[in-house]
């Protein structure tokens, strides 16, 4: 089993920053792809961004694409999401997740991963 705890999150205004950090617990002995999700109030679970075991490929969604980076930590199964120019529309409470392989084919699909954190809360006001 693994914990995922994340933090980062808060109140910040549209065109500021905030960096999430995600760190995992527990059988990490094995290094997992790792992707962030939001949740909107009333909305499914969203896609933003995720990165393969080695950090060498990402992929994002089209609409954080040039404004959020996701990235690995040096300690193992740590991932950090970097977001710029925040917008009123990015607020959400955020989620790390973890699975065990990075393909592109179903990497946006939040069904695909094993272990979820409890997620932060990011709120961009005007």
């Known amino acids: 089993q693994v914990q995922l705890v994340e933090s980062g999150g808060g109140l910040v205004q549209a065109g500021g920053s905030l960096r999430l950090s995600c760190a995992a617990s527990?059988?990490?002995?094995?290094?997992?792809?790792m992707g962030w999700f939001r949740q909107a109030p009333g909305k499914d679970h969203e896609f933003v961004a995720a990165?393969?075991?080695?950090?060498?490929?990402?992929t994002y969604a089209d609409s954080v694409k040039g404004r959020f980076t996701i990235s690995r930590g040096n300690a193992k199964n740590t991932v950090y999401l970097q977001m710029n120019s925040l917008k009123l529309e990015d607020t959400a409470l955020y989620y790390c997740?973890?699975?065990?392989?990075?393909?592109?084919?179903?990497?946006?699909?939040?069904?695909?991963?094993?272990?979820w954190g409890q997620g932060t809360q990011v709120t961009v006001s005007s």
């Open positions: 997740a973890a699975r065990r392989l990075f393909t592109m084919l179903t990497i946006k699909n939040p069904t695909s991963y094993d272990f």
């Open positions: 527990g059988r990490t002995s094995i290094t997992y792809a």
């Open positions: 990165i393969s075991g080695s950090g060498g490929t990402t």
